[in-house]
């Protein structure tokens, strides 16, 4: 079975394909430090503390994604324009998703828990305008698992941590955000407008978590829950994905309350 930006893949190595330490952290800095000015691979290198082939590995996942532009003159990277901005209109005023401190620790060192647990992919993303941008991913070592990488994107409307995230937003922001969405991407189960998403919405609040059964993909399910940190300060939305027929109810409960448990509220700064 083959998606356009999601596959079901046997795979060998894909347990040591993405063990960093704090990948999250990792990404989240690299995505201020861009948004702020260009720079070189050397320069993100310097920065993150990291060689230049891991911070060179970084940026090319991020341009693959479309959220990176390369200067092949001045061999500088760049957000590109008009993709990395939080949905909440008070972003400019310092509540955008990158956000850092302990809580990047925190959050990394539960991903990678439950991902042991379940034996499927986990995943932290933050809003990029319409869609979720994974700025973690933890891969599964199942031979038959979901293969991501940081830079991978699900539309808002249409998948688990999409649905977590928009859960979380103030009355005002999330009529602002129904009203923006285009609703065409996903499959048949995904809402198709406003009205049918807010249905949705006030599932995931009573519940305080999302699933997402074959809404971006058919064969492929997902369970997440917002992120906040300190006083409130809504982050992202974190969960875990993999194929559909594995994703069973006696299975998503559990998943379900690991993250809400875990990750809803995180109280470290």
Same mark, same amino acid.
């Given at each position: ?186 499959? %048949? ?9 807010? %249905? ?70």
């Amino acid at each position: 079975m083959s998606t356009p930006t999601s596959r079901l893949l046997t795979s060998q190595n894909g347990d040591q394909r993405v063990r960093q330490r704090s990948p999250l952290a990792r990404a989240l800095r690299a995505l201020d430090y861009l948004r702020d000015r260009p720079c070189t691979a050397v320069e993100l290198a310097e920065f993150l503390g990291v060689n230049r082939s891991t911070a060179h590995r970084l940026l090319g996942e991020l341009q693959a994604a479309g959220y990176v532009l390369r200067d092949p003159v001045a061999r500088r990277f760049d957000l590109a324009p008009d993709k990395l901005r939080a949905s909440a209109p008070d972003a400019d005023a310092g509540h955008g998703p990158f956000v850092e401190g302990e809580w990047t620790e925190a959050l990394s060192g539960m991903l990678g828990k439950l991902r042991d647990i379940a034996g499927e992919a986990t995943m932290f993303a933050v809003p990029a305008r319409d869609r979720m941008l994974y700025a973690a991913f933890f891969p599964t070592g199942h031979p038959i698992g979901v293969q991501e990488s940081i830079g991978s994107v699900r539309p808002m409307h249409a998948s688990a941590i999409g649905k977590a995230y928009l859960s979380a937003l103030d009355e005002e922001t999330f009529d602002v955000v129904l009203g923006r969405l285009a609703y065409r991407e996903g499959t %048949d189960r995904a809402a198709k407008g406003p009205f049918q998403l807010r %249905d949705m919405i006030a599932d995931v609040r009573r519940l305080g978590y999302a699933v997402d059964h074959d809404e971006t993909f058919e064969g492929l399910s997902c369970v997440a829950t917002p992120v906040s940190v300190g006083d409130h300060i809504l982050v992202g939305a974190a969960g875990v994905t993999g194929p559909t027929h594995r994703f069973t109810a006696d299975r998503v409960q559990p998943y379900a309350d690991f993250l809400v448990r875990n990750a809803r509220h995180l109280n470290v700064r």
